[in-house]
């Protein structure tokens, strides 16, 4: 699964300039107010670092993960022409077997469009008290999509339960269960379903401040 991950990646970053577009995900403009200024971001699935580049312009000190060392040269590249190259960290490492060793204490943990609950559980980990997690992920086709899709690449029509159809990817999230990322957190956004033409879920969870009780008034 991880050796064809890093191929498909690798081909994608590998043309020029950024394949995943100048700006950041409009998710994270929307949520810019309440996103924190300074401290220590983990950005997961960090792609060619157009987030990570833009957290460490914000102030923050940003470790950034992926598998594609072509989009790791990206984040470099980008990090540096925006003179921030001194507060942004590339690792390069397979999340399927997990997260690589982090100090833990981050202020905001990132992962947009990288579906990995097991990722999301060590994540939740890292926060410092009062740290924030966001999260986008792509959701499952519905049956409907699913047999469209399966009918366009000319496959046989995939029951329920199949593996996904031709062209599709396994790394979807079922409906509500990117909500089970903020377990024990404060809820601060959450949203799902057709957002500008992508079936999505969206996640803004925030860890209970020091000193603070789950829940206090
Ligand atoms: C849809 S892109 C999102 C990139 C970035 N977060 C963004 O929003 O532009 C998914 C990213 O996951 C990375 N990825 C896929 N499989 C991976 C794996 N097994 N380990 C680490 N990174 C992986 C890819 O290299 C790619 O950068």
Redesign the pocket.
């Known amino acids: 699964m991880?050796t064809s991950?890093r191929e498909r990646?690798e081909a994608r970053y590998g043309r020029e300039g950024l394949v995943?577009g100048e700006r950041v995900?409009p998710l994270v403009r929307e949520l810019e107010p309440v996103l924190p200024w300074s401290g220590r971001a983990l950005d997961i699935?960090?792609?060619?670092g157009?987030?990570a580049v833009w957290l460490a312009q914000r102030g923050l000190d940003v470790t950034a993960?992926?598998?594609?060392p072509s989009?790791l040269a990206k984040l470099r590249a980008q990090a540096e022409a925006a003179g921030v190259g001194v507060r942004v960290h590339g690792i390069e490492?397979?999340?399927?077997h997990g997260l690589p060793a982090l100090e833990p204490g981050f202020d905001l943990v990132t992962c947009?469009?990288?579906y990995s609950p097991a990722v999301m559980a060590q994540a939740r980990h890292l926060l410092a008290p009062g740290g924030m997690l966001l999260v986008q992920v792509v959701l499952e086709r519905t049956g409907a999509e699913a047999r469209c899709k399966a009918q366009r690449f000319g496959a046989d029509e995939p029951a329920a339960g199949d593996s996904p159809p031709p062209g599709d990817s396994p790394h979807r999230a079922r409906s509500n269960e990117a909500l089970e990322f903020a377990a024990g957190m404060r809820l601060q956004f959450w949203r799902e379903g057709n957002i500008d033409g992508r079936a999505l879920a969206q996640l803004l969870a925030q860890r209970e401040p020091a000193g603070r009780l789950p829940f206090s008034a």
């Open positions: 991880s991950d990646w995943m995900k699935a960090c792609g060619e157009q987030l993960v992926d598998i594609s989009g490492a397979d999340l399927d947009i469009d990288f």
